[in-house]
């Protein structure tokens, strides 16, 4: 009997991620036949719940929507505007008796914290909106290009505080926010009370015919905070990116990002440049933009020259390398504004791009970077087996093994701390030998 009952609520429970569809509507036509795409990420909004039901039967939906048949939500935004239209239809709904007393998940008030604007639910309404729509984007214009695949305009947007419409402009914020949920893991929203903040919006320009003024397009956008450094400097870090999905591949992450760096390098209190956890893929970007970067630098590949005239890359304990990477680090800051972890990241990239295209010097590369991780890892690694904590205080006797148990556990340790390094390198070198591809394709390199 409750293998029935589970049975007739499965219908009842979906993935978020399936019955969600998005829309960028540009014109009349795009109602019915734009482009749609799914959330990459529900989870912050749909998550992992415990409904309970009599008899404290229990079941956990993981970004899942209870409590509807043949459901399907719709998101869709004016692509200039992104005035907002969320319709939420289904075939039915669950009996209470059914679930128990169980209720159907109120779906608009999950979402009303991911949407805290105004909204039309009628697409009556939405195509009134559509048509008394206009839109221009706020701030300046810092950048625009032509994308290489079929030559459409695109132009960069910067705006701060201080600037004329920045008020309207938070508004506009709060609906390009609404994407960030759905497609960068673990996003969350800013504080844009706090004025150290500042924005760049990336908008595709549609030439309208005649003398039409153009219609812009929302494409992505990225958020910059200017924390204060000691005596009287800043350090600007990223904290979001986002380009939409039907944008992406097409370099777009890129020429925002290049935007950011040419209005804040040459800046003379910017001490150097961070990011907020970026994901693997902003990582792999930003590894190949710097390096990019350096390579456009005499004074810096001059540096690497010197030190690759040798060969392969030398331990960490080789005081040559050492005194090279030290030289590097603080060129590519004074020059660059790279931060001393990135520029350690590109360091070795580079030095893996100098090398011959061999597997023997590949494996002399692994087995370099494999010293210099054992290295950083005994550094930082905390003496759970010794006298004495990470700090170098005494822990005392009684939180030390002795005899065989201390055997074991150091025992242990190494075969996960072997473990730890070798994965770490692993991913390193992987990640390394991404980039130099793509700076092998930049060159036209082949050996």
Not at 24 to 32: A, E, G, M, S, V
Not at 179 to 203: K, M, P, R
């Amino acid at each position: 009997m409750e293998n029935l009952h589970n049975k007739s609520l499965k219908e009842f429970r979906v993935s978020a991620r399936d019955v969600i569809t998005f829309k960028l509507i540009r014109t009349k036509t795009d109602f019915d036949v734009a482009q749609e795409f799914h959330p990459e990420y529900t989870h912050q909004i749909f998550g992992e719940r415990l409904i309970v039901f009599r008899y404290l039967k229990r079941l956990y939906f993981s970004e899942q929507i209870f409590g509807y048949s043949d459901l399907k939500i719709d998101i869709w935004y004016l692509a200039g505007s992104l005035s907002t239209y969320i319709a939420v239809k289904y075939s039915t709904s669950v009996d209470p008796k059914v679930s128990k007393g169980v209720l159907p998940d109120d779906i608009y008030k999950l979402l009303s914290e991911t949407f805290p604007y105004k909204y039309d639910r009628s697409l009556v309404d939405f195509s009134e909106t559509f048509r008394n729509d206009y839109f221009a984007p706020y701030g300046v214009v810092r950048h625009t290009y032509h994308s290489s695949k079929d030559k459409r305009k695109f132009s960069v947007y910067y705006t701060e505080y201080g600037m004329s419409d920045f008020e309207n402009f938070l508004n506009y914020h709060k609906r390009m926010e609404s994407f960030l949920l759905f497609f960068v893991d673990g996003a969350s929203a800013i504080s844009t009370e706090d004025t150290q903040w500042c924005y760049y919006t990336l908008f595709e320009i549609i030439e309208s015919s005649g003398s039409a003024p153009p219609k812009f397009a929302f494409v992505g956008y990225m958020t910059v905070y200017k924390f204060y450094a000691y005596p009287a400097s800043i350090r600007p870090r990223l904290s979001q990116v986002l380009v939409l999905p039907p944008f992406r591949n097409s370099g777009h992450a890129s020429e925002l990002l290049m935007t950011f760096y040419r209005d804040f390098v040459h800046v003379p209190n910017v001490r150097d440049i961070t990011v907020e956890d970026p994901s693997d893929d902003f990582r792999r970007l930003r590894d190949f933009l710097d390096c990019k970067r350096c390579l456009e630098q005499d004074e810096i590949m001059d540096l690497l020259n010197c030190d690759g005239k040798k060969g392969n890359p030398v331990s960490s304990k080789d005081t040559s390398y050492k005194s090279a990477y030290l030289l590097f680090r603080n060129k590519a800051q004074q020059l660059l504004k790279i931060n001393r972890c990135q520029a350690k990241r590109v360091y070795e990239i580079l030095c893996l791009y100098l090398l011959p295209r061999t597997s023997e010097a590949v494996v002399s590369f692994r087995n370099a970077l494999l010293r210099r991780t054992v290295a950083d890892y005994k550094r930082a690694r905390v003496e759970v087996i010794g006298d004495r904590s990470e700090d170098g205080r005494n822990v005392g006797a009684h939180s030390v093994p002795h005899g065989p148990l201390r055997v074991m556990c150091s025992e242990l340790a190494d075969e996960c701390f072997e473990s730890q390094v070798n994965e770490r390198v692993n991913a390193d070198l992987l990640s390394y030998q991404t980039v130099v591809v793509k700076l092998d394709c930049m060159s036209n390199r082949t050996s």
